[in-house]
């Protein structure tokens, strides 16, 4: 099976659809891609703008999603910045943190934007 994504005329991501193998004929990404478009177009609409994505992430950074952008240039899906602070990595098109997430495995912490940190919201044991 293959993943078409739906792109806006703003580049961001409207749906993901799946299409057969038959309809793009076996191929492999990227000579599937032409024909899953054609396909796509078909159903709906010839003005629609669709590009592959790959559900294991193997091409396009990301898999696509509903609030996704698709970047041309970087030939990457990105998804919606978390908050406003956070960075992008361009080797990911992952959002960062501006401090890395604190390595204690036994607490939970959360994000707090006003004060551009972690805060832990929970400890081992307490409610």
Request: proline share 9%; charged share 20%.
């Amino acid at each position: 099976m293959a993943h078409f994504a739906q792109i806006d005329e703003a580049g961001g991501v409207t749906q993901v659809i799946v299409v057969s193998n038959a309809e793009i004929k076996d191929l492999p990404f990227p000579e599937s891609e032409p024909l899953g478009v054609a396909f796509c177009q078909s159903l709906f609409g010839s003005n629609s703008h669709w590009v592959q994505t790959s559900y294991n992430g193997s091409f396009r950074k990301n898999y696509a999603g509903l609030g996704y952008g698709y970047d041309a240039e970087r030939d990457a899906f990105i998804p919606p910045q978390p908050y406003p602070s956070w960075v992008l990595i361009e080797s990911s098109c992952q959002w960062e943190a501006p401090i890395p997430y604190p390595g204690d495995k036994d607490h939970f912490y959360s994000w707090d934007e006003d004060s551009i940190s972690w805060k832990l919201i929970s400890e081992p044991g307490v409610e």
